[in-house]
């Protein structure tokens, strides 16, 4: 099977800087995409970026120029750095990436983490 963790949320001061982790761990043969998504309780879990295997990444647009996602393909792992953080973001962070296992190479799942909590507030 296959694991997500995050980590690196936290309380942070509005204007401050928080960085993200997820490192994928099991019976990995490649990840395609992974993202980051966000969703505050009682609400939609809302896409934040995400990037390809290649390194092409996509933002929402309210975070575009703050937020900077990044992944190393080595180590299965994607990071979302996020800058000139506000109220607003506060949220819980989930990792994705869609993955082909050893076991089922020509097929793909998304898995998820369990959420990482970032919250901003002075």
């Known amino acids: 099977q296959v694991q997500l963790v995050e980590s690196g949320g936290g309380l942070v001061q509005p204007g401050g800087s928080l960085r993200l982790s997820c490192a994928a761990s099991g019976s990995i043969f490649s990840i395609n995409s992974m993202g980051w998504y966000r969703q505050v309780l009682g609400k939609q879990r809302d896409l934040v970026a995400t990037i390809t295997s290649g390194g092409s990444a996509n933002y929402a647009d309210s975070v575009k120029g703050r937020f900077t996602i990044s992944r190393d393909n080595a180590k299965n792992t994607v990071y979302l750095q996020m800058n000139s953080l506000k109220p607003e973001d506060t949220a819980v962070y989930f990792c994705?990436?869609?993955?082909?296992?050893?076991?089922?190479?020509?097929?793909?799942?998304?898995?998820w983490g369990q959420g990482t909590q970032v919250t901003v507030s002075s």
């Open positions: 994705n990436g869609d993955v082909r296992t050893r076991a089922y190479i020509y097929s793909s799942y998304v898995y």
